[in-house]
Each structure stands twice: as C-alpha cells, then as structure tokens.
C-alpha cells in the first residue's frame, strides 16, 4: 500500500535527508485530527529539485506578464534568455496600449561589470529602453550576482524616474533571496503595494467593477476567463498580472472585489489591500467547469444584485450547452484513469477538478513552493514558524487609507457571506484528497521515478524538468505550467481544449511502444 510505497522510497536516503524527506510527505487520513506537512524550506543540497529562484518567481511570474512595462534583467544574458516566452504568458495590446511581451531585456553583465560594477551598464539600458521602446514604465529585476556585488539598483531607478518621468520599479528579487520563487511573489507584492496600487483614480464602468488576482493568461487562460467575465457584465479594473497592464494596476483600489486564482503568488496583495482600502477577496477557481460555475455564482452572491444573479445563470446555462457534450465524449474515454500532479504552488489543486470532471482521479499530489497554508489551509498561518529565509523579504506593513478606504460590505454580511463562500479564505490541497491518497511536497526527481513506476498513473502533470523522464517511462506526461503549446484551459471553453489534449494523449498507442533508453 501507499504506507509501504513511501517506507521504501525513504529507506534509500542517508539518515538525515530521509529525515527532511519524510516530514515533507502525508499520507491523507480525515480519522487524525490534524495532519502537518513541512513546506517552504530549503531542499536538501544534491537533491534534483524542480524549483525556481526568487528572480523567475519576481521577473519572470509576477511582472512578467504586465505588457506595457519594459522588463529589464539586470544580470548575466542566461537569466533573461532562460525566461524569455517559456512561461507562455500571452499579451494582446488594446487600443492604444503598447506590448512588450515578445521582448527580452537585459544587460548581459560580462565578467568586468561584476568586478567594477554594473550601475553604469544599467543606466545605459535604461535610457536605451526609453528612447526606442517609450514604455509606460520600466522594470529593473536584480540576479544574483547583482546583490553580491552591491549594485544599487534602487538608487538608480529613482535617478532614472526622476529624468525620465515614467516610474521605474526597482525589485531586489536576487535569485537567493528564498528557497524558491515564493520569495519573488513577495518581492513583487510589495513593490506593487508601496508604488503602483492606488496612484491613480477611476470612476466604475459598471456596477460590479473587480480586480482579477493571480491569473497570468498562461496560454491564453485570462482571454477565456475575461470572454466570460465581459458577457456577464463585469468591469475588470485590473488583472494581476496576466494580459495586464501596469497603468490598470494603479487603479486597482477602485474596484469592489478582488478575486484570488492562484492563492500562493498574490495573497499578499489581496491582504493588504483589504486592510488598506477595505475590499474583500474571494478565493475563486477558473478551472474545470464547476469550479468556474460556482466560482460566478458566488461573485454574483457577493454583489447581492438580481439583475447580475439572473444574468450569470443565462451565461451558464448558455455555456453549458455548448459544451456538455462534447466533454461527455471525452470522458468515456478516459473515465477510470489516474493521475499524478506536481506542479508549482496552486494549480496540483486546482487542476483536481478538471480531471475529475473527465472521470480520472487524482491518486498523487503536491507542490514545488507552495507554502503549508497552501497545503492545509489558512488557519496554520500562525503556527508556521518564521525561518531566516523567510526574514529575508521585508514584511510589509500597510495601514488604512483614510481617504481611499471603503466599507464594501457590513460586517454581518461578510460574516453571512464567509459561511456560504471562501471569502478571505483558503482550505488548501489536502481537502480536495481522499483518504489514503499520497501528498508529497518538493517533490525530486528520484521519488517521482518512485511514485511514477509504482502507482503506474495513466497521466502525470508536471513541468519540462521531469517531462521527458516520464515520457520514456511509458508514462504521458502534460505540462500544466506551459501547457505543452496548448491552452487556454480556464473556464467553459478551455475544459474542452483540456478534455481533448488529456484524452489524445492517453489513448495514443504510442505508450506501448516505448522501451525506456535504460531498459
Ligand atoms: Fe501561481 Mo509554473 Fe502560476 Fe502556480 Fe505560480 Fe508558477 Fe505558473 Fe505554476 C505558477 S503563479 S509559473 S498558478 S502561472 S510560480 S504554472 S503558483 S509553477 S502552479
């Protein structure tokens, strides 16, 4: 059984790596009262971690996506090179908004800029950036070698704003400053905290104006989800980050609610904004069909407004029939399967859903760098114990804005309103296991081989790092970072696209017909 399974896994570990292993492994049991697993600290030197750095984390996630900002890497070409389009953050300019997503800046620091300095560089690049591309702001992200040389960024990013009157953001997201790209997310919440968000007012487009939190229109998710959110009647104020722009985000604090995709990357924002102006959050799930349906009617719940109510069940319901059955197709070809995932910091959760929706169960799960409230649910926040890593990213403390500040909903309605929905709130992977079901936390390449060759799942979502591994395994294997040049995979019409790519890929016969290079 999975008990064993793991025992044996373990025992090829030296005494004290099997130690650090096991703390970050569960075995789901509902009959114990409260089960822990270790998250978010450092993997073991020599492990094959699939992680990222607190750069692809800050750059590459969180500012990336944002189209009208030249993004610089201050750093060696390979750090700008290696995240240039791979994430598949896709950006289409509206009228009047620049793009320059397809690009990739960087001052490709040479072994004289670490010994001298690469201030200068960096101006250079700066005024280079202003004068061909006229952004409507610039990014500076500091790598490594950048922190250990003592470049200061930030110094020269308030010399540039102030010459070139567009605002430069600085971000000391230097690859080492976390255990992963966590940190960056925190790097990146901040900045936009302190310098973008409420710098700009707006008057509503219509009754329901909302912030969009977490979605990063990985291959074409957030045009899916705005079609939907447009039909319906919604005013999207700003998207964090995915298709967005950096002029929308300083309007951000206009907006009614903020709705929270992915939890880990931008819960921060979503905090501090509600204490700072006082709107609330609702965590919400765009993938799989159900979790899009109750993620709309909840929004409409929240606004508490006939017209929005009825309207949402139209577009539902109009949907619906669009899609029903043809997902139903699908699933009798691939009902009865199993799968792995491993991915990131949310979507080993979210993405539940959408399988089970094509009849395959989830019998594996975990996160790279999802934090243990990611796991098992806000309520541990405070008996997560801070560590050194953790003290590297200042802790940002706002306060109400006495001006901007608004009472969205009355207390007692919040309260009502958090018993029917996850508002200001969110229960982690574990509940979405069964008992008995295995959830494994910065997963390696050595226990996926594990997992992989015992459970034999019939799909195993991942990323490029062990993509291929599995592959010569006999083992098909998704991306549900990139999607694998797919997409979109969000809302009504991505469950089509997914039920489609799953159910191509499980049933080609391609599988039987591998010999592992090893065998
Ligand atoms: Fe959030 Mo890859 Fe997101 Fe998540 Fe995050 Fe990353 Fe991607 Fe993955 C992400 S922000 S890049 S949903 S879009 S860092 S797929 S946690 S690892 S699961």
Redesign the pocket.
Known sequence: DNKNLLENLLSAYPGKSMKNRKEHMMIKDSGEEKQHIMANTRTVPGIMTNRGCAYA?CKG?VLGPLKDVVHITHGPIGCSYYTWGT?RHKGRAKDGEKNFISYSFSTDMQDPDIVFGGERKLKQAIKEAVEIFEPEAISISATCPVGLIGDDINAVAKEAQAEYGIPVLAFSCEGYKGVS?SAGHHIANNNFMENVVGTKDREPKTKYPINLL?E?N?GGDGFEISRILDKIGYDVVSIMTGDGTLEEIKEAHTADLNLVQ?H??INYIAEMMEEKYGIPWLKINFIGVQGTIETLRNMAKYFDDEELIQRTEEVIEEELGEIKDVIAQYKKMCEGNTACLF?????AHHYQNLFKEIGIETVVAGY?FGHRDDYEGREIIPDIEMTADDRNIPELKVTKDEKRYKLRLSEERYEQLKKEMPLGEYKGLVTAMEDGQILIDDLNHYETEVLLDALKPAVFGSGIKDKYVAQKMGIFSKQ??SYDYSGPYAGFKGAVNFARDISAGINTPTWNYITAPWK
């Open positions: 984390g996630v994430r790209q977490g990063y990985i992915c880990r990357s991915v990131g910091g949310s979507r790279e549900l970072h």
